[in-house]
């Protein structure tokens, strides 16, 4: 239609990974969690179905934020729920970034946010990771019209972590917010969460799509300080959390000891891919989140993402301009890493 | 913080209806249907969860898209899904307005879409209605950077609704898209669907919210022609609908019979909501819708809202400026209904 916004027009659509309905690929594409959710989150559902969909759900979200506040250490008006992580990262992207400004992200890391760049008619800056996937001072450098600062940590697709002492001095520097995306932390050693009291400039934004095991519930959250969050709530949809994602939500972050036993098993399964993955001649950087980044010297990614497709095992294949590409392995149960690495064995 | 867009700065929170949490009101106040939903949804609910939510839903919703177009007769690459139809608002607008930009809408009606405006930092129009609930040839007049038109049909809070007929002559002379707002459009004996087809600026949004009594599971759909929705596709998150909302949606829009037996009563309660609400003296419209906008030439419309409350009901009050105020009330069960008037009767 002639009336659509120019930038709209003229972007590419943000194409997320390979989600084929029905259940015939072992399915190591898209970091979902193997194993099913805690059984109280749906118990939880099911008490509030039985209550009834008919009426709104709390538009504060207010009993997720008190028991997430609890378990972060933080009060609930430090804390704003969203649709799934991307509907933070959204909210974010549309509070603080202007049509033409800047936004800034490393690269190679989450594809997603130039797309919110692109949808908000904003210019974006992708700074390359090092080497070693450290950043270099141009990461903190001042800009024209810089407004947000987009960090990855853990880091999609290589998993590798800044750590966060690094992080702190990274918002210091910086001109402008840095929203720490800790979509995959819950598998890391490290994060960013005591530094959102020390510095209004850092938020932080977790999901429980992974770590959770709730892709499928659609349910994230923002830790900032409270000024910052009475903000962004003007920018979020009144009803962006169904009633059932917040029963969901309220019971999975309840259930800490399913999470430690969760996490315990997916990083052992993590070690044992990364492991063979090196063994079989792959680069594959030690990994702080459910998945591991994979290139090959000789052999071509993209012939082992075709061929693993082919034999009913789905990896994600990543191409990014003047990097390279290379194989996110997301990490599943130890049943179907091993069929993916006995694959892997007779291809290279 | 200080580098936040000076356009949220500025703006005032949208206020969405009390929600309070517990039950010990008789709630008339946000639309909602005072009866469960088709114990089809809380079935296919509960069998989504079954299957496990460790899973991202299908970012193209097609199961719904395919279900709704069988029951809309429109084919699916017509319908775009979203997390409630504030979510496809929030969608269409930020496709096609950028900041500066004008949008325009009547008033009084849905408060939300000066929010939506204001979010995007867009500039706009309140036309006001006529004293009868019609519109004027300056609701579609040329603009200066008009981009989008919102159109409530059935209005908020009057109930009122401008006829298909006359929605096709405003598309026609307008010089931009015009969003015709359905919420409430189940209820009603008109509807413009079939305009979709004949112009490209015609797109029509739906909820589930009202009529199939699923307030809580957030889910809405547009109605455009394919080559608008795959331009505003881009714009959605890519997981905005939940697998939970997508199973319950499918299961709601499949039990058509459960919409129609729903909906003959709450037309029938409406109508008897409107006439007795006239006994008493109020101007109340004929209502298209599942509530009714009711003003009173001697009595306060705030103190009956305060003394309503007092006595465990909540309705709506409503003050626009220029217009003034009144009370939209939510059609309830006939006992609810019954409740509250026997207490207006007290009152007036």
Known sequence: MSSLRSAIEAMAAYVPGEQPQGGKFIKLNTNENPYPC?????????????TGLQRYPDPAASSFRIRAAQVLGVEPEWILCGNGSDDILTIVTRAFVGEGELVRYPTPSYVLYRTLAEIQGARYQE???????SLGS??????????????????SPSGTMIPSS???????????PLLVD????????????????ENEKIMVSRSLSKSYALAGLRFGFLVAQ???????????????????SLAGACAAIDDQSWLVANRAQIVATRGR??????????QTPDSQANFAWNTHPDVAARTLYEQLKQAGVLV?????????????????????????????????
């Open 226 to 244: 409270p000024h910052v969050i009475e903000q962004l709530a003007k920018v979020k949809d009144s009803y962006n959390c169904d009633a059932l």
């Open 182 to 197: 800790e979509a995959y932390v819950d598998f890391a050693d490290d994060n960013c969460l005591s530094l959102v009291a």
């Open 138 to 155: 141009d990461f903190t450098e001042s800009a024209d019209d810089l407004r947000l600062v987009y960090l990855a940590n853990p880091n």
């Open 166 to 176: 690094i992080v702190r001095e990274m918002a210091e520097r910086l001109p402008c």
């Open 38 to 50: 805690s059984p109280r989150v749906v118990q939880a559902i099911e008490r509030a179905c039985a």
């Open 127 to 133: 700074v390359p990771f090092d080497a070693n996937w």
């Open 273 to 282: 891919l990364v492991s063979t993955m090196r063994d079989l001649g792959f």
């Open 316 to 348: 994600r294949y990543m191409e990014y301009p003047r990097f390279g590409d290379g194989l996110r392995i997301s990490v599943g149960t130890n049943e179907q890493i091993d069929t993916c690495l006995e694959l892997i064995r007779s291809m290279v």
